[in-house]
């Protein structure tokens, strides 16, 4: 194993970001943070750090295990990272996912094919009390 690699490199191979490019673009924007300093691309990652990374809505943390630059399956990601996001900011995300599965709110964009069928539903039923 290396003793260091790139930050945007790690964060790939651990599975935060899909690409390397989308790193370096989070990297490059200041929402990954190393002891409350954003950080460079080309920042070595070693064992023992603790990395802040803001993913809207909540900051997650990761504290760095083992280190590796190539891309792992998620079965071997807990072999070199550790999540250490706060209970807090996991609550809240979760309450995001929630209110996001309620679905779009009413009048924003054309229905979807679920709320044509509903509507469609409505207007052949017979049950009419006029």
């Keep these: 194993m290396d003793e260091s690699v790139r930050i945007d490199k790690y964060l790939w191979a651990i599975r935060v970001f899909k690409t390397r490019s989308l790193a370096a673009e ?38 760095v295990l083992a280190v590796s630059g190539k891309r792992m399956g998620a079965k071997l990601v807990p072999d070199f990272m550790q999540e250490v996001t706060s209970e807090e900011q996991l609550e809240t995300l979760e309450l995001t996912r929630l209110a996001n599965a ?29």
Excluded: C, H, N
């Design 26 to 63: 989070a990297i490059k924007k200041g929402r990954v943070l190393i002891d409350g300093l954003p950080v460079k691309t080309s920042r070595m990652v070693k064992e023992g750090i603790t990395i802040d990374v803001k993913i809207p809505p909540i900051t997650r943390s990761f504290k």
């Design 102 to 130: 309620m679905g779009r709110r009413k009048g924003l964009g054309r229905p979807t094919k679920k709320d044509r069928r509903d509507l469609d539903k409505i207007q052949e039923s017979d049950d009419w009390d006029f």
